[in-house]
């Protein structure tokens, strides 16, 4: 009977932990020092965009990053002025530990000046990322 009451506990553990973590993936928001990390062409191997830059962050056998992939190149399609840049995390572990990255995809949205204004870890939304694209271009969009 004890074996089975541990069973039930871990279960309904697993489940609380599965759903916060399903519903907190996703999301674009700020953390701490973000914004005084710059980010260039030097780290990441491609032009910045004119306005903001879409930075995703994959690995080859991410399922999620094939949409984040459609997803964020139709945004960068639809504003003139926003790039869309794929980094390959393993590729690329420095910079993936320098900006504590901890899964794929991870979405970071930059500014004109490759400032991050905001990141998303696991699939964004396209309408929070298009929310996020317009405070990193400003009142100009």
Do not use: N, W, Y
Not at 13 to 42: P, Q, S
Not at 58 to 65: E, G, L
Not at 73 to 92: K, W
Not at 129 to 137: C, K, Q, R, T
């Amino acid at each position: 009977m004890t074996g089975l009451m541990v069973c039930v506990v871990v279960l309904a553990v697993a489940g609380v932990f599965g759903l916060l973590h399903t519903r907190r993936g996703g999301r674009l928001k700020v953390r701490g020092r973000d914004g005084e990390v710059r980010l260039g062409e030097d780290l990441l191997g491609a032009e910045l965009g004119e306005r903001a830059t879409l930075v995703q962050f994959s690995s080859a056998f991410c399922q999620p990053c094939r949409a984040t992939r459609r997803i964020l190149a139709d945004i960068a399609g639809m504003v003139d002025g926003v790039t869309h840049v794929e980094v390959d995390a393993e590729a690329h572990l420095e910079l993936v530990r320098s900006l504590h990255i901890l899964r794929t995809p991870t979405v970071l949205v930059l500014d004109a000046d490759g400032r991050i204004v905001r990141r998303a870890s696991g699939q964004p939304r396209k309408a929070d990322v298009i929310a996020a694209l317009g405070e990193a271009v400003g009142p100009a969009a």
